[in-house]
């Protein structure tokens, strides 16, 4: 079908550039739109935390923009909204990453407050402690959320005594416990430009942009002080804990092994959680689970790839009374596709969605820059996105039996279900 | 076969990025009363087709909350020529994405999909707009996955059950006040006939708006429109909207919902003021300036006193929902600090809004209405945001024009329409207060 079409072209022509300092910036020229749109990670996230401080990453990324060179929390953020420029930052497990937007004429000025931000964050006292109430109140805030209480003791139960296994944004303990100085600290060990992947799509000349992306990074120390962190598989195959909650309908998160990117058999697992529960109306838990039964609103699944661990997870939410039932049809079909493999059709038409869908990924300048910076990040290649299309197409049967027995295998999940289950016991 | 006659044409490269300018736009109307919006752009070869009825859930009769939204899910599930699930299946196949919403004032669907998927697209929609058909054994389960979303949303969540209470409250009268997914004791009595008496009366081209945008040229989006949607009648009676108006409110409303599952209370108010579609003169537009002033991030003027000044609060904020066909919400929230009682930081709110006639500073105006602006030029950057900005505007009746001029209108005004749009509308009588406490 379309896949013939598209295999071979790329959704956005990206090239290379360097900057005098020596960064390289992937680049999209894109003059539709007056605004530049910048895309960044640095590897080391919240598995960085100090022990027991766990959302000191966060507080750190979250600290970044509330404050920075001669500008208190509320002249830098008058500096940013005089001009409309949109800045932010974020910690993952693995990074920490933020974004600009900022209309061309005022890219300099961008520029520069993004340099403030990441070389000479000021970690006022009342900012901290602001951002710190912040936190605690938002913890507080989905402390009976059954999804995101569902998600923490997953986390809690998949990856014990490994840094993914704390909350990214910490406990109201671990936040408490956090200082100015672990902040201070933090900031220096982490924000650098050794492992730093910069990414740029827009309107503002390759000459200007160049001088500007030096301006806000050029000056950062060298290499980042990383704490080495463990490979991980994921733990608690075959259990599942409950979470007692008082409300009609219980969320559950499901997981099983996974694949990181860089694995070779990552493609094939792509196509095969596709299958599974991927984003589509089409999806065999979709079908089975939301359309013949009516038990979930929504259902699906992803792949999880992490540094050090990688899963395949699941999330639906159904009345506790039919818990038991929809957790049957999830693990049937889990094992049903595990062992007869998709059938042959429905293998062609998920690579076909796969393939024609991936240029829905590139329409606006910021998603393009979010792409190519998490493609940079998993150092996938510059040339990614143009050989992606084929290395899906390529995809076997046998490769996604392989991927398969790798991942779903017998079907064996960790399952966490946050509500009051009728009839399901930890097991 | 129809042909179609242009309503209008705006090319308007403006002076001025963001003042004014906008993208090129293609406007026209089929014989049958279907309006079409085409919005060029040729970044990537994608393409973003949507339809727009002009229903939603406030147009849902009397004891039936619920059947707009009802009716979008069951919209999936096949039609006198496609049985259900092929028109999913196709989008898939070919590498397109699909999905549905439900407003208050509109329901639309769309696919985004390579350009020249665009007429299978068209072929599938036009169907289903007047061919719809299923069976009852799809009803049951189909309205079991709608009461799972609105357990999902609402009834695992008190901060959702605050928010339905307080908008029960501000609506007296006007359906807005009703959730747009429904009660959960009317969603249960959902029948076929209820949702195919509704597909009827709304569902025709003459109440319909078809908005392409992306990599497409006007002339051949008008040709295939013609082919497919253009086949069918209109429907005389179509999109006849109903709806009571609210009386001039009286009393100060207070509402809280306790819960043991709450630990972080929460302080929210909405007033009733006039959409961008029922105001008079410029005040929706002075009311979208305060709502930026006023609780638009960490420069606002709520964030400025209850967090960084008085430190009562953690978070703050303010927005206003002006694009609406009647009279609308403009709301108010925050989070008080750790010891402080929700009524104490009502009371700071209060004179929180008293001051600010004083404390707008003009570089405080200026800022809301460049970050007003600067958001419509970061729309451009994105087919879909631009298909949503166009077929909201048309749906709720704006028009083109209203669309093109909004920023120049943002940028005219002025300190003191803000000031006196506050005190008209931000009164105490036009308000309901909402609590989230934790309870036994």
Redesign the interface.
């Known amino acids: 079908?379309?896949a013939a079409?598209?295999t071979g072209t790329s959704?956005?022509e990206v090239r290379p550039l360097a900057t005098a300092s020596g960064l390289e910036v992937w680049h999209v020229a894109?003059d539709?739109?007056?605004?530049v749109?910048i895309a960044f990670n640095m590897e080391g996230g919240a598995a960085q935390d100090p022990p027991g401080k766990a959302g000191a990453a966060q507080m750190l990324a979250r600290l970044l923009d509330e404050g920075a060179g001669p500008y208190d929390?509320?002249a830098f953020?008058?500096r940013l909204?005089?001009?409309?420029i949109?800045l932010g930052f974020n910690a993952g497990p693995d990074a920490i990453g933020g974004s600009l937007?900022t209309?061309v004429?005022h890219a300099d000025e961008a520029f520069d407050l993004l340099r403030l931000a990441l070389a000479e964050p000021r970690f006022d006292e009342d900012a901290v402690e602001?951002v710190r109430?912040?936190t605690i109140?938002?913890l507080?805030?989905q402390?009976?959320?059954?999804g995101a209480v569902a998600t923490k003791r997953f986390f809690r139960e998949a990856f014990p005594g490994h840094p993914y296994g704390s909350p990214v944004s910490g406990t109201e303990e671990t936040v408490a416990a956090v200082t100015r100085e672990d902040l201070v600290a933090l900031h220096r060990r982490l924000v650098a430009r050794g492992r730093l992947n910069v990414t740029a799509v827009g309107a503002l000349p390759a000459e200007r942009l160049l001088a500007g992306i030096d301006a806000a990074f050029g000056s950062l120390p060298g290499e980042a002080e990383l704490e080495p962190v463990r490979d991980m598989p994921l733990a608690g195959l075959g259990t599942r804990r409950i979470v007692d909650?008082?409300?009609?309908?219980s969320?559950i998160r499901f997981g099983v092994a996974g694949l990181r990117w860089r694995d070779p058999d990552f493609i094939p697992a792509y196509v095969l959680n596709h299958i599974l529960g991927g984003g589509?109306?089409?999806s065999r838990l979709f079908q089975e689970v939301?359309?013949?039964?009516?038990?979930?609103?929504?259902v699906g699944t992803s792949l999880a790839s992490y540094r050090h661990a990688a899963m395949c997870w699941g999330y639906t939410?159904?009345?506790n009374e039919r818990v038991a039932e929809c957790l049957d049809v999830i693990t049937s079909e889990m094992a049903r596709l595990s062992h007869e493999g998709p059938t042959e059709d429905e293998l062609a038409?998920a690579k076909?969605?796969?393939?024609?869908?991936?240029?829905?990924a590139?329409?606006?300048?910021?998603?393009i820059a979010h792409q190519l910076a998490q493609i940079a990040f998993e150092k996938l290649g510059i040339d990614h996105i143009r050989r992606r299309n084929a290395l899906v197409a390529a995809v076997t049967p046998e490769d996604v039996r392989r991927a398969a027995s790798r991942t779903l295998a017998d079907a064996r999940m960790l399952v966490v279900i946050a509500?009051r289950p009728v009839g399901v016991a930890e097991a | 076969m129809t042909s179609g006659t242009p309503l209008s044409r705006t090319d308007a490269p403006g002076a001025q990025?963001?003042e004014g300018s906008g993208p090129d736009i293609t406007t026209y109307r089929l014989e049958n009363g279907l309006e079409i919006v085409v919005i060029p752009?040729r970044?990537?070869?994608?393409v973003t087709h949507m339809v727009w009825y002009r229903n939603g859930s406030a147009d849902d009769p009397l004891g039936r909350s619920g059947i707009a939204h009802f009716l979008e899910h069951l919209m999936?599930k096949g039609t006198e020529r496609h049985p259900a699930?092929e028109f999913?299946?196709v989008v898939?196949?070919?590498?397109?994405?699909?999905n549905a919403f439900t407003s208050y004032d509109y329901t639309a669907y769309f696919q985004?999909?390579?350009p020249e998927h665009l007429g299978r697209m068209m072929e599938f929609e036009a169907d289903r707009m007047a061919g719809l058909s299923f069976d009852e054994e799809v009803v049951?389960?189909?309205?079991?996955?709608?009461?799972?979303?609105r357990?999902?949303r609402v009834?695992?969540?008190p901060?959702a059950q605050l928010g339905e209470a307080m908008a029960a409250s501000l609506f007296v009268h006007h359906p807005y006040g009703i959730p747009i997914i429904g009660w959960m004791h009317e969603i249960e009595g959902l029948r076929r006939a209820d949702a195919l008496d509704y597909y009827r009366r709304f569902y025709a081209p003459d109440n319909a708006i078809l908005v392409v945008s992306?990599d497409v040229e006007p002339e051949g989006v008008r040709r295939l429109a013609e082919e497919t949607y253009g086949r069918h009648a209109p429907h005389a009676a179509a999109g006849a909207r109903l709806r009571p108006r609210e009386p001039e409110p009286r009393a100060a409303r207070h509402v809280r919902v306790a819960d043991?599952?709450?630990?972080?209370a929460?302080l929210q108010r909405l007033y009733l003021v006039p959409s961008s579609r029922t105001a008079a003169g410029r005040d929706s537009y002075a009311l979208e300036v305060l709502g930026e002033a006023l609780g638009g991030?960490?420069?606002s003027l709520l964030y400025?006193n209850l967090?960084?000044d008085s430190?009562r609060a953690?978070?703050a904020g303010g927005w206003y929902m002006g694009s609406a066909i009647d009279d609308t919400r403009f709301g108010i929230y925050a989070?008080p600090?750790?010891e402080i009682a929700l009524d104490a930081l009502e009371d700071d709110l209060d004179r929180a809004l008293a001051r600010v006639p004083d404390e707008l500073t003009e570089?405080a105006l200026?800022?809301a209405k460049?970050?007003l602006?600067?958001?419509t030029?970061?729309s451009?950057?994105?087919?879909?945001?631009l298909a949503r900005v166009y077929g909201s505007a048309r749906a709720i009746g704006e028009s083109l024009e209203d669309v093109r001029r909004w920023p120049s209108d943002i940028r005219a005004v002025t300190k003191d329409e803000v000031v006196a749009a506050l005190g008209q509308w931000l009164q105490p009588r036009r308000s309901v207060t909402g609590h989230l406490v934790k309870g036994a």
Do not use: H
């Not at chain 1, 909650?245 to 309908?249: A, C, R």
């Open positions: 079908m379309t079409l598209t959704p956005a894109s539709f739109v007056p605004l749109a929390s509320d953020q008058q909204a005089a001009r409309a949109e937007k209309l004429e602001r109430a912040q109140a938002s507080r805030y402390a009976n959320d059954p909650l008082d409300v009609p309908q969320v589509a109306f089409t939301r359309e013949r039964r009516g038990l979930a609103y929504s939410a159904t009345k038409k076909d969605y796969l393939v024609g869908s991936y240029a829905l590139f329409d606006s300048s910021t998603k509500g | 990025a963001g752009d970044r990537v070869p994608v999936f699930g999913s299946k898939s196949a070919l590498g397109g994405q699909e985004r999909v390579a049951a389960p189909e309205r079991d996955v709608v009461l799972e979303e357990r999902m009834e695992t969540d901060s992306g043991p599952k709450v630990e972080q929460v991030g960490p420069t400025r967090v960084l430190r953690v978070n989070v600090a750790e570089d200026e800022r460049t970050r602006i600067a958001e030029v970061y451009c950057d994105s087919q879909s945001s």
